[in-house]
Protein backbone atom coordinates (compact mmCIF):
# COMPACT_ATOMS: atom_id res chain seq x y z
CA UNK A 1 0.00 0.00 0.00
CA UNK A 2 1.57 3.43 -1.03
CA UNK A 3 -0.05 5.14 1.94
CA UNK A 4 0.23 4.65 5.79
CA UNK A 5 -3.15 3.25 7.11
CA UNK A 6 -4.22 5.48 10.03
CA UNK A 7 -5.53 3.73 12.75
CA UNK A 8 -7.10 3.68 16.45
CA UNK A 9 -6.75 1.36 19.57
CA UNK A 10 -9.06 1.13 21.87
CA UNK A 11 -8.47 -0.97 24.73
CA UNK A 12 -9.18 -0.35 28.07
CA UNK A 13 -6.28 -2.99 30.05
CA UNK A 14 -3.36 -1.11 29.52
CA UNK A 15 -1.07 -3.91 29.55
CA UNK A 16 -2.86 -5.20 26.36
CA UNK A 17 -3.38 -1.68 25.28
CA UNK A 18 0.31 -1.23 25.34
CA UNK A 19 0.74 -4.77 23.66
CA UNK A 20 -1.28 -3.65 20.43
CA UNK A 21 0.38 -0.23 20.52
CA UNK A 22 3.65 -1.58 20.68
CA UNK A 23 3.10 -4.13 17.81
CA UNK A 24 0.51 -2.55 15.89
CA UNK A 25 2.28 0.86 15.53
CA UNK A 26 5.60 0.23 14.75
CA UNK A 27 4.58 -1.86 11.66
CA UNK A 28 5.43 0.20 8.71
CA UNK A 29 1.66 -0.17 7.12
CA UNK A 30 0.29 1.97 10.20
CA UNK A 31 0.26 5.46 11.38
CA UNK A 32 -1.61 5.34 15.08
CA UNK A 33 -3.80 8.32 15.69
CA UNK A 34 -5.39 7.63 18.50
CA UNK A 35 -4.63 5.18 21.35
CA UNK A 36 -7.48 4.97 24.11
CA UNK A 37 -9.35 3.36 26.78
CA UNK A 38 -13.12 3.70 26.03
CA UNK A 39 -15.38 4.80 23.11
CA UNK A 40 -16.36 8.08 24.90
CA UNK A 41 -12.59 8.99 25.34
CA UNK A 42 -12.44 8.18 21.50
CA UNK A 43 -15.50 10.29 20.05
CA UNK A 44 -13.98 13.12 22.46
CA UNK A 45 -10.28 13.25 20.88
CA UNK A 46 -11.33 11.97 17.26
CA UNK A 47 -12.46 15.28 16.40
CA UNK A 48 -9.17 16.86 17.48
CA UNK A 49 -6.77 14.98 14.84
CA UNK A 50 -6.55 15.90 11.46
CA UNK A 51 -7.16 12.69 9.95
CA UNK A 52 -9.81 10.62 10.90
CA UNK A 53 -8.47 7.02 11.75
CA UNK A 54 -9.08 4.52 8.57
CA UNK A 55 -9.34 1.41 11.10
CA UNK A 56 -10.50 1.41 14.30
CA UNK A 57 -9.55 -1.97 16.40
CA UNK A 58 -11.80 -1.85 19.64
CA UNK A 59 -12.33 -4.38 22.47
CA UNK A 60 -15.93 -5.23 23.57
CA UNK A 61 -15.56 -5.28 26.92
CA UNK A 62 -14.84 -1.51 28.03
CA UNK A 63 -16.31 0.32 30.76
CA UNK A 64 -19.22 3.06 29.69
CA UNK A 65 -20.33 1.79 26.55
CA UNK A 66 -19.12 -1.38 25.08
CA UNK A 67 -17.38 -2.02 21.74
CA UNK A 68 -20.24 -3.24 20.29
CA UNK A 69 -22.09 -0.01 21.12
CA UNK A 70 -19.05 1.93 20.12
CA UNK A 71 -19.35 0.38 16.13
CA UNK A 72 -22.32 2.26 15.62
CA UNK A 73 -21.30 5.62 17.18
CA UNK A 74 -17.86 5.64 15.38
CA UNK A 75 -19.40 4.57 12.13
CA UNK A 76 -22.20 7.82 12.54
CA UNK A 77 -19.63 10.19 13.21
CA UNK A 78 -17.07 8.53 10.65
CA UNK A 79 -18.92 6.37 8.28
CA UNK A 80 -15.76 5.38 5.88
CA UNK A 81 -13.97 3.74 8.82
CA UNK A 82 -13.94 0.10 9.35
CA UNK A 83 -13.89 -1.23 12.95
CA UNK A 84 -12.52 -4.33 14.02
CA UNK A 85 -13.24 -5.82 17.03
CA UNK A 86 -11.27 -8.15 19.70
CA UNK A 87 -13.13 -10.32 22.22
CA UNK A 88 -11.55 -12.21 25.13
CA UNK A 89 -13.69 -15.12 24.60
CA UNK A 90 -16.51 -17.10 22.47
CA UNK A 91 -18.57 -17.24 25.71
CA UNK A 92 -21.58 -16.07 23.65
CA UNK A 93 -21.30 -16.38 20.04
CA UNK A 94 -24.89 -14.06 19.66
CA UNK A 95 -22.06 -10.84 20.75
CA UNK A 96 -20.34 -12.01 17.64
CA UNK A 97 -23.61 -11.45 15.35
CA UNK A 98 -24.51 -8.49 17.63
CA UNK A 99 -21.18 -6.53 16.65
CA UNK A 100 -21.20 -8.10 12.95
CA UNK A 101 -25.01 -6.40 12.55
CA UNK A 102 -23.91 -3.01 14.61
CA UNK A 103 -21.61 -2.59 11.24
CA UNK A 104 -17.91 -4.33 12.80
CA UNK A 105 -16.37 -6.08 9.59
CA UNK A 106 -13.68 -8.05 11.46
CA UNK A 107 -13.33 -9.73 14.52
CA UNK A 108 -10.63 -11.42 16.69
CA UNK A 109 -9.93 -13.21 19.80
CA UNK A 110 -7.53 -11.19 21.57
CA UNK A 111 -5.24 -14.86 21.73
CA UNK A 112 -4.91 -13.82 18.42
CA UNK A 113 -1.37 -13.76 17.45
CA UNK A 114 0.13 -9.95 16.75
CA UNK A 115 1.17 -11.07 12.61
CA UNK A 116 -2.08 -12.48 12.19
CA UNK A 117 -3.98 -9.73 13.95
CA UNK A 118 -2.06 -7.35 11.31
CA UNK A 119 -2.32 -9.42 8.75
CA UNK A 120 -6.44 -8.98 9.32
CA UNK A 121 -6.15 -5.48 9.59
CA UNK A 122 -4.92 -5.08 6.30
CA UNK A 123 -7.70 -7.31 4.70
CA UNK A 124 -9.84 -4.79 5.91
CA UNK A 125 -8.54 -1.81 4.87
CA UNK A 126 -8.63 -3.96 1.26
CA UNK A 127 -11.81 -3.98 1.34
CA UNK A 128 -12.45 -7.76 2.77
CA UNK A 129 -13.87 -9.06 6.01
CA UNK A 130 -11.66 -10.77 8.56
CA UNK A 131 -12.09 -12.79 12.07
CA UNK A 132 -10.21 -15.31 13.99
CA UNK A 133 -10.85 -19.11 12.61
CA UNK A 134 -12.32 -20.12 16.03
CA UNK A 135 -15.24 -16.53 15.58
CA UNK A 136 -15.97 -17.55 12.12
CA UNK A 137 -16.68 -21.39 13.32
CA UNK A 138 -19.37 -19.56 15.58
CA UNK A 139 -20.77 -17.37 13.21
CA UNK A 140 -21.36 -20.38 10.41
CA UNK A 141 -22.73 -22.35 13.63
CA UNK A 142 -25.13 -19.46 14.12
CA UNK A 143 -26.52 -19.43 11.09
CA UNK A 144 -27.17 -23.32 10.86
CA UNK A 145 -30.78 -24.65 11.57
CA UNK A 146 -31.42 -25.01 15.13
CA UNK A 147 -32.69 -27.57 16.59
CA UNK A 148 -36.80 -27.27 17.34
CA UNK A 149 -37.21 -27.49 21.16
CA UNK A 150 -40.56 -29.06 20.65
CA UNK A 151 -39.13 -31.91 19.23
CA UNK A 152 -36.30 -32.87 20.46
CA UNK A 153 -36.82 -31.37 24.79
CA UNK A 154 -39.33 -33.01 26.94
CA UNK A 155 -42.10 -31.22 28.77
CA UNK A 156 -41.16 -30.20 31.65
CA UNK A 157 -37.48 -29.02 29.64
CA UNK A 158 -39.87 -27.31 27.62
CA UNK A 159 -41.56 -25.72 30.99
CA UNK A 160 -38.30 -24.66 31.92
CA UNK A 161 -37.19 -22.93 28.82
CA UNK A 162 -40.43 -20.89 28.97
CA UNK A 163 -39.94 -20.02 32.07
CA UNK A 164 -36.10 -18.49 31.13
CA UNK A 165 -37.49 -16.83 28.77
CA UNK A 166 -39.89 -15.49 30.97
CA UNK A 167 -36.87 -14.03 32.96
CA UNK A 168 -37.43 -15.88 36.16
CA UNK A 169 -34.51 -16.94 38.09
CA UNK A 170 -33.49 -20.45 38.82
CA UNK A 171 -35.15 -19.99 42.51
CA UNK A 172 -38.78 -18.92 40.94
CA UNK A 173 -38.31 -21.31 38.26
CA UNK A 174 -37.92 -24.29 40.87
CA UNK A 175 -40.87 -22.43 42.83
CA UNK A 176 -42.94 -22.00 40.23
CA UNK A 177 -42.56 -25.93 38.94
CA UNK A 178 -42.35 -27.68 42.30
CA UNK A 179 -39.36 -28.92 41.92
CA UNK A 180 -35.66 -28.22 43.88
CA UNK A 181 -33.01 -26.36 42.84
CA UNK A 182 -30.66 -28.72 41.78
CA UNK A 183 -33.12 -30.65 39.36
CA UNK A 184 -33.48 -27.23 37.54
CA UNK A 185 -30.31 -27.14 36.87
CA UNK A 186 -30.14 -30.94 35.54
CA UNK A 187 -32.59 -29.79 33.44
CA UNK A 188 -31.17 -26.90 31.96
CA UNK A 189 -27.96 -29.00 31.82
CA UNK A 190 -29.76 -30.99 29.34
CA UNK A 191 -31.54 -28.64 27.57
CA UNK A 192 -28.08 -27.44 26.85
CA UNK A 193 -26.60 -30.33 25.55
CA UNK A 194 -30.07 -31.02 23.26
CA UNK A 195 -29.85 -27.66 21.35
CA UNK A 196 -26.12 -27.54 21.34
CA UNK A 197 -25.51 -24.36 23.25
CA UNK A 198 -23.34 -23.47 26.09
CA UNK A 199 -25.06 -20.33 27.62
CA UNK A 200 -28.31 -18.50 28.25
CA UNK A 201 -27.45 -15.75 25.90
CA UNK A 202 -27.33 -18.22 23.17
CA UNK A 203 -30.63 -20.01 24.13
CA UNK A 204 -32.89 -16.70 24.46
CA UNK A 205 -30.92 -16.31 21.06
CA UNK A 206 -31.83 -19.29 19.12
CA UNK A 207 -35.64 -18.25 20.39
CA UNK A 208 -35.58 -14.90 18.89
CA UNK A 209 -34.11 -16.48 15.57
CA UNK A 210 -36.48 -18.77 15.21
CA UNK A 211 -38.92 -16.01 15.91
Known amino acids: MSMLLTLAIIEDLPAVR ?41 DIGLPGRSGIEGVALIKQRLPHTEVVLLTATMG ?25 LKAGLLA ?23 PDPTQVL ?12 QGLSYKLIADQLGISLNTVRRHIKSVY ?4 INSKGELLARNVRRG
Open 124 to 146: VAEGGSSMSPAVAREVVKYFQPA
Open 18 to 58: RGLETYLCAQPEFSCTLVVGSVEEFLEKVGQEATPPRLVLS
Open 154 to 165: SARELQVVRAIE
Open 193 to 196: AKLH
Open 92 to 116: DPARVFQGLCAGAVGFFLKTTPLPD
